[in-house]
């Protein structure tokens, strides 16, 4: 035993063991790119794993035997500044994209390139479980959002853009129809939490804290849950019957939801104290009417009460039919209520006082509505409301200051006549809740009336009230409340669980990215798509929908959605999950800006299953000291400088094992078959076994909301994380569609099975066992085990047929 | 040594000073192992292959003994003449732990003069001298085979010829020694470690043993059968003479995987009552009555023990689908409607109880197991489980050298059907191919049925590259493209069973090894012609 003091800390190590598996060993950290287990060196070592030897001064601990007392330290400034600027080296030579381009935007963090993955796979359920990990609403996102992503879809600069939000519908639709993926419900952990508002903020914080174990109710004012989904947004954009089995998922899951509750009126915060919730979240939306501010508002009618009436069924559809119609303002509630007044075959002006480029809701919302028969008047604002007969509205055309501020032209002033105006400028949080109670007079606000919260925890000034949505926020999308909701979830589970509030690593620093801007972009990556058509929904025709309220867009078919998702660029790096290069720029905090914006190696993709890009190789040569068939050419010249130049090609002699994919620390080789980016500490690493031949290889599964991921090899004997091609790539069987999946029973093998249920099929083998059995002896039957089951299962099987049925007619295949 | 077991661990192959390699291409059908074969080479290990095809390790072989399919007992024996004619054998070992030496000596000596073993197996004498003199004179030697030896008529005699070479030299219960089967299947060798056969209870205990049946009532609170069990070709004979009626099949596609199909096919028709349980609808199917949904591997939890006897538990992935459930719950449910209260609700309780009945999985429990996996005999929860078998003695005192018989193929090339057909496996798909050709990587890589040919034989027959052929004989006809392989020799064509539309068991002789009843797989005859 040798002493080894490494950071102040005591080692016990044998003699000749290397300095950084001590290291490594006791959990120390010392950065390597190119060490391998398997006592191989490269010809050029990455140098990465210097440290400080007192008395000898820099080391390669990867190559250092230990062979007396030292003293070691691995973060000595020197040792730092030698990393840092190989680091830099690298980082210069590396072309890339961590992450997809479409993945920042999304206020709701989806992994958009690993469910487009999924549905490109045809696996359209374990689409939608990802989708579900941070949006359980997906069939009404899928109708409403926005679509932040899509304007940053690198596609577009092949052709258009990939129609990601529609293939999010898809899903969530396929899935409505054809089930879910079972989800894991855990069991109450005896906390309460209430939510006030069953909007998208209140069910996605119910929906994440139930799956957290917390109790969760819901109060809402409303008779059902859904808020402005179910109440504000017409059918004929997001179908009643969708809201409804959308939020019924999420009650079903367990969560309580107390209808006609209105806060202020049937209870109280401190009602809610007493009655035993540990923490309360507010997320009652933005109900209160924003004004523009002209003479005789009031007498127009507010939009959005319309619309919440319209929804709760409560408009007496005569009183509207065939009037003409003047709306103020282009908010979402004015387009929308607009295209309901068509239906009811008014005449309908929606007047903006800014310019169709400046409208804040996506040009192609407004496209529907005018080729419904709606008549947008840009550039218009109102001056005037006076009630008559009908009403008579001023208008005046407006133009923008210098400083781009709004200015009325009143010297264009002009006269419309209208049979009802609304207004819709959109809405605001309301502060009345403050003379709701105690408590709620201490909650303080924001100067603009809005409810103060603390950004990073969601909390108001009272620690155990959160708020989320559109109550904090102002009226926004249904997107962000989702992700506002989960959010204050996560804070409220932390908060009762007395755990730290979580804060996410910001790392926007360490993501290499191909180009953020068109025209930095490279366009030899470009030339490796061929150009694809997007496939668009179809929109039925405006002569005939506007009769009535069914739903104007149809989803996507089966074969639309998966020629739509093989449009995907799969810009997010599919490697991102094992890149130990990232990790360890992260770690010495060493940033990405100087990466190389142009690409410099063609991407193969000749290899039948493993994708090469060289532009991502670190050069460290671990794919060739630790392929079992020699069957790599690797060559590196000028390595770490910008001169570099790599040379990487399969040989004949590679047998597709993928041994060096699962090795490589950066996405340089990727699998072919996997299209998802994920991280491994998001992912269940599961122990399992070979099923094919007798060698038995260990392997692990890696698995995430019940869908397997990838296989790699295990480091146990007798494989010692090696497989064969079927051990990393033959797993997808367990997916097919081929699998049996019920009980089938028939009486003749000349007539068609007939599923049946376990019961039925159980009680029929029984009883026709034990009938040939009394007729013909226990010599007239016989029971097979398996070479593909389990030890336990044979075992149970021999010993039915020996104890049961009293016969050694056992056999297996032992001779095929 | 009594059980079809490795009694030694694959790393062994390692520590081997000579690697002898007979009917198995591990490249394709035991890949890991093919690399630490590769491994040893590489380190300057010697090596023996004797295979009719010129498999890829015979390109590193010091000596390759192409022989004819069929003739691997009269190719061990020879050898052993060899070694006990020139007095190779480890003396000292035979006189300590050897038994039945002189019959044995008597009968190598008289029967299988290289004259007699060069007419069967058509290499020259002094190849097998060669080989002789290089593994009994190496210090570390090991014998691997695999179904290219088990796969025929006098399938158990090879066995015992190989095991009788590692007997002569002492190769036993030493680093790097011994004989290795390969076994073919993932869970082979726990399916019969676990009695799933019908001469043992499970741990290949006699059940004609009063002792034995005694110890299992304790446990099983049953009397146990004691009438000789059946195995499968047996009951498929019997079931074609209706003395046999109901069959239970559990993951195992007998209608696909057997040899001589067609008769299998008319078997499983004439039974009363057929259940198959399995993951996908196996070929079986056709003639079942009831068929059962299972889960997978990723979708439960257990234990398999691969071909060096480790027992290495596997932790549930996903859930099934549907209504798919473990075997073992199918398994239970059913007893329990057939009046028997099995409340087994884990794996892990049934794991328990083997250890009861068999004192070899006596320590094996699946908390042992979560991390690593442990080779039996493992006798208490403190034993470390046995890498290499036999390192202080043997079970039944002394080793017995076994007289190996030869018989012949039941077919023979003839007039009539010109070609000899081998069944193999490749390396991108597994058995009869249900997974593997269920998942997109492997299917791609390897998309449809081929047959290997020698080019010459294909030329002469007018037969290209890529070229649709028909296989066929009495028994079938079946169509593959064909391959042109030189590493086939003339005469012999070589194909897989993984596909369905090329059901190349169909083609299968009827030829039973005479112990075990293992279908002889490997020598059928038949005609080859384009399409």
């Known amino acids: 035993m040798i002493r080894v003091r490494i950071n102040d800390r005591e080692l016990n190590a044998n003699p000749g063991d290397l300095l950084l598996e001590i290291a490594r060993r006791e959990g120390i950290y010392i950065p390597s790119l190119c060490y391998l287990k398997n006592g191989s060196v490269p010809e050029k070592p990455c140098g990465l794993c210097v440290v400080k030897v007192a008395g000898e001064g820099i080391v390669r601990s990867c190559s250092y035997k230990v062979e007396r007392e030292i003293e070691v330290s691995t973060e000595d400034p020197e040792v730092n500044a030698i990393r840092k600027k190989i680091l830099e080296g690298l980082v210069s030579n590396h072309y890339g994209d961590c992450k997809a381009p479409c993945h920042t935007p999304c206020p709701g963090g989806l992994n958009i390139q690993g469910y487009i993955g999924f549905i490109a796979k045809g696996d359209f359920k374990a689409s939608l479980a990802l989708i579900k990990e941070r949006l359980p609403l997906p069939a009404s996102v899928g109708r409403v959002c926005p679509r932040f992503c899509e304007p940053v879809c690198r596609r577009a600069l092949v052709d258009e853009a990939v129609a990601i939000n529609n293939l999010k519908r898809f899903v969530a639709d396929y899935c409505m129809e054809n089930g879910e993926l079972p989800l894991e419900v855990p069991p109450l952990n005896g906390k309460k939490v209430a939510i006030v508002g069953g909007g998208p903020a209140g069910l996605s914080a119910a929906y994440f804290l139930r799956l957290e174990g917390f109790e969760v109710t819901i109060f809402d004012r409303e008779k059902e849950a859904g808020g402005l989904l179910r109440y504000g947004i017409p059918a004929f954009k997001l179908p009643k019957d969708v809201v409804k089995k959308e939020v019924e998922g999420i009650l079903n899951l367990g969560v309580e939801f107390q209808g006609g509750k209105i806060w202020g009126r049937d209870f109280s915060l401190k009602d809610l104290k007493e009655a035993g919730y540990g923490a309360v979240l507010l997320a009652i939306g933005a109900r209160k009417e924003k004004l523009y501010g002209f003479e005789g508002e009031g007498l127009a009618e507010s939009a959005l009460k319309f619309l919440l009436d319209f929804g709760r069924g409560e408009v007496d559809n005569k009183a509207y039919t065939k009037k003409r119609i003047g709306i103020l303002g282009c908010s979402y509630t004015a387009i929308e209520l607009a295209r309901v007044l068509r239906r009811l075959d008014c005449e309908v002006e929606v007047i903006y006082p800014r310019s169709r480029t400046e409208v804040s809701v996506p040009l192609r919302e407004i496209g529907y509505a005018e080729r419904e028969g709606v008549k947008f008047t840009y550039v218009t604002a109102p001056l005037k409301l006076i009630k008559g007969g009908g009403f008579h509205l001023t208008l005046a055309k407006t133009t923008l200051s210098e400083k781009r501020e709004l200015k009325i032209l009143p010297e264009t002033a002009f006269e419309r006549e209208y049979d009802l105006v609304f207004r819709a400028w959109g809405e605001l949080p309301s502060d009345e809740f403050k003379a709701f109670g105690d408590i709620e007079a201490k909650l303080e606000l924001n100067p603009d009336g809005t409810i103060k919260i603390n950004s990073q925890t969601m909390q108001t000034s009272e620690p155990w009230i959160f708020a989320a949505g559109d109550f904090v926020h102002g009226a926004k999308t249904v997107i962000q409340a989702v992700a506002s909701g989960r959010r204050a979830a996560n804070m409220i589970a932390s908060y009762l669980e007395s755990k730290p509030f979580e804060r996410a690593a910001v790392t926007v620093k360490f993501d290499f990215s191909r180009g953020k801007r068109a025209e930095e972009f490279d366009s030899n990556f470009l030339d490796l798509f061929v150009p694809s058509e997007r496939m668009h929904l179809k929109e039925r025709e405006p002569v005939e929908r506007v009769r009535d309220f069914e739903e104007v867009l149809i989803g996507f078919t089966e074969e639309e959605a998966f020629k739509e998702a093989n449009r995907c660029l799969k810009c997010g790096c599919l490697g991102i999950h094992k890149c130990d290069f990232r990790e360890i720029l992260i770690k010495e905090d060493v940033g990405v800006a100087k990466s190389r914006k142009k690409m410099k190696y063609a991407i193969q993709k000749d290899h039948p299953l493993i994708e090469v890009d060289s532009n991502k190789c670190v050069a460290c040569s671990k794919c060739v000291r630790s392929c079992p068939y020699s069957a790599i050419f690797f060559s590196v010249v000028n390595k770490g400088t910008p001169q570099e130049v790599i040379t990487f090609r399969f040989t004949e002699a590679c047998v597709n094992c993928g041994a060096c994919v699962d090795v490589c620390p950066t996405g340089a080789l990727t699998k072919k078959e996997l299209l998802i980016p994920y991280s491994r500490n998001q992912s269940k690493p599961v122990k399992s076994v070979c099923t094919f031949c007798g060698v038995g290889c260990n392997l692990t599964v890696w698995v995430k909301n019940g869908t397997i991921l990838e296989v790699t090899g295990r480091d146990l004997p007798p494989n010692r994380g090696y497989t064969c091609v079927k051990g990393r790539f033959g797993w997808e069987f367990y997916k097919s569609k081929d699998r049996l999946t019920q009980p089938l029973l028939r009486k003749s093998i000349n007539d068609d099975f007939r599923a049946v249920s376990w019961e039925e099929a159980l009680d029929y083998v029984a009883e026709n066992l034990l009938k040939i059995r009394d007729k013909y002896g226990p010599e007239a039957l016989g029971f097979l085990c398996s070479a593909r089951t389990s030890n336990e299962e044979n075992f149970l099987m021999q010993k039915l047929a020996r104890t049961i049925f009293k016969t050694n007619n056992v056999d297996c295949p032992a001779r095929v | ?531």
């Not at chain 2, 110890?215 to 498929?236: A, I, N, S, Y």
Request: with cysteine; hydrophobic share 40%; aromatic share 10%.
């Open chain 2, 1 to 531: 040594m009594g059980t079809g077991a490795a009694c030694v661990h694959f790393e062994e192959i390692l520590n081997a000073e000579l690697l002898f390699l007979t009917g198995t291409n591990s490249t394709d059908a035991h890949p890991i192992v093919a690399q630490k074969i590769s491994r040893a080479l590489d380190r300057g290990c010697k090596l023996i292959v004797a295979d009719p095809r010129r498999i890829a390790f015979a390109d590193r072989a010091n000596v390759y003994l192409p022989l004819r399919p069929g003739s691997n007992v009269p190719l061990l024996n020879g050898i052993a003449h060899v070694i006990v004619r020139e007095g190779l054998y480890n003396k000292e070992f035979v006189e300590n732990y050897v038994d039945n030496f002189e019959a044995y000596q008597h009968y190598i000596l008289s029967e299988w003069d290289l004259g007699r073993v060069s007419r069967y197996t058509g290499i020259k004498p002094y190849l097998i001298e060669q080989a002789a003199i290089m593994y009994a004179t190496s210090k570390r030697a090991l014998i691997l085979w695999g179904l290219g030896l088990s796969e025929h008529r006098s399938g158990s005699y090879g066995a015992m010829a190989a095991a009788n070479l590692a007997t002569l030299c002492g190769f036993w219960g030493k680093p790097g020694c011994g004989a290795m089967p390969l076994r073919g299947q993932n869970n082979v060798q726990g399916a019969c470690d676990m009695g799933g056969l019908p001469y043992v209870l499970p741990g290949y205990q006699s059940y004609k043993d009063d002792g034995v049946r005694m110890r299992f009532k304790e446990v099983w609170k049953e009397d146990l059968p004691v009438v000789d069990g059946k195995t499968l070709p047996t009951m498929l004979r019997d079931a074609l003479a209706g003395k046999f009626k109901a069959l239970y099949a559990m993951g195992y596609d007998v209608a696909m995987s057997h040899g001589n199909l067609g008769e299998v096919w008319r078997a499983l028709s004439n039974l009363e009552f057929l259940v198959v349980q399995d993951i996908f609808m196996p070929l079986s199917g056709k003639y079942a009555h009831v068929v059962l949904p299972s889960a997978c591997v990723y979708e439960k939890s257990g234990t398999y023990t691969n071909g060096e006897r480790r027992v290495q538990f596997f932790e549930k992935a996903v859930n099934p689908p549907g209504d798919a459930k473990p075997d073992w719950l199918i398994i239970t449910e059913l007893a329990r409607k057939l009046g028997f209260s099995w409340n087994y609700t884990s794996s892990s309780e049934v794991a328990l109880e083997i250890g009861k009945v068999w004192q070899g999985w006596g320590g094996i429990n699946h908390s042992r197991l979560k991390e690593r996996g442990i080779q039996w005999p493992c006798l208490d929860e403190d034993h470390p489980g046995t890498s290499i078998l036999f390192t202080t003695g043997f079970p039944k005192g002394k080793v017995h050298l076994a007289l190996a018989k030869h018989v012949p193929p039941l077919e023979e090339p003839n007039e009539a059907f010109t070609f000899t057909l081998v069944t193999v496996r490749n390396l991108e798909h597994y058995n009869i191919g249900s997974m593997t050709r269920r998942s997109s990587s492997l299917l791609n890589l390897y998309p449809e049925p081929l047959v290997d040919i020698n080019p010459d034989d294909a030329e002469r027959l007018g037969i290209l590259e890529g070229a649709k052929v028909r296989v066929w004989n009495n028994r079938g006809e079946v169509f593959y493209r064909a391959r042109l392989d030189k590493r086939v020799p003339k005469g012999l064509v070589f194909t897989d069973f993984h596909f369905v539309d090329a059901l190349t068991n169909l083609l299968v002789s009827p030829g039973l090894d005479e112990l075990m009843e293992t279908p002889e797989y490997k020598v059928s005859v038949v005609n080859i012609e384009p399409v």
